[in-house]
């Protein structure tokens, strides 16, 4: 398998500007998450899937971030209006439950000027 | 918050040197884990240690757990300049995983 991929892997865009991130889990991997790190807020859990259903989207900052999974093999996350504020690495992982081993992908750095 | 947090936040040691960091967390976990960060790269599972297992080792890492101090620490013995990249605890509880602040570790040749 070629573990979980992410695209783009880097993306530059401007303020006010459509954002949208893109994640295949492993094939058999029940949950996805997208996690978003910052150096000033480390590692944050944004949003998890299990068998293509939001679980816990507590941590999806405001209303500008969405995310969905129209099936077991695609997810996407899109910010709309994007801000400099979302500037940092995106990470989506996927895993066969919410709190044993999660395999990551690659991340996509994002930069909103 | 419920981040995790790690000790010490940088570590520097020569090849060879043992390396020994920190993470204490605030809730009941299910279990905790290690991964490591390469710089530019996405966090790479290294070791699993459930609640109810006090020690565990796989290859050069050790890794010990204290549910009554919520700590748990992870040692890397003779360490290489391969080891150079950021650890991060994370402990598994109310049915997500939940990341310490990281340690970064450079090991130099």
């Known amino acids: 398998d070629a573990g979980v991929i992410q695209s783009p892997r880097h993306e530059v865009t401007e303020m006010g500007q459509e954002v949208t991130l893109r994640c295949k889990p492993i094939s058999g991997h029940d949950y996805l998450f997208w996690y978003r790190q910052t150096m000033m807020r480390g590692l944050e859990l944004l949003i998890y899937?299990?068998?293509?259903?939001?679980?816990?989207d507590s941590g999806m900052p405001e209303d500008r971030f969405s995310a969905k999974m129209p099936n077991a093999s695609f997810s996407t996350l899109k910010i709309q209006p994007s801000e400099p504020r979302d500037s940092a690495v995106y990470f989506c992982?996927?895993?066969?439950?919410?709190?044993?081993?999660?395999?990551f992908g690659p991340g996509t750095r994002l930069t909103v000027l | 918050s419920q981040q995790g947090e790690e000790d010490p936040q940088a570590l520097s040691i020569q090849e060879g040197e043992n390396a020994t960091m920190n993470c204490s967390y605030k809730?009941?976990?299910?279990?905790l884990q290690w991964y490591r960060q390469n710089s530019g790269r996405g966090l790479v599972h290294l070791i699993l240690?459930?609640?109810?297992?006090r020690e565990k080792h796989s290859g050069r890492l050790r890794v010990t757990l204290d549910t009554s101090k919520k700590s748990s620490s992870l040692l890397i013995t003779a360490s290489r300049a391969a080891d150079t990249a950021s650890y991060f605890c994370?402990?598994?509880?109310?049915?997500?995983?939940?990341f310490g602040t990281g340690t970064r570790l450079l090991v130099s040749p």
């Open positions: 994370a402990y598994g509880s109310f049915q997500k995983l939940v």
């Open positions: 899937f299990n068998n293509n259903v939001p679980i816990d």
């Open positions: 240690i459930r609640s109810n297992e």
């Open positions: 809730t009941s976990i299910n279990n």
């Open positions: 992982a996927s895993g066969t439950t919410p709190y044993n081993e999660q395999f």
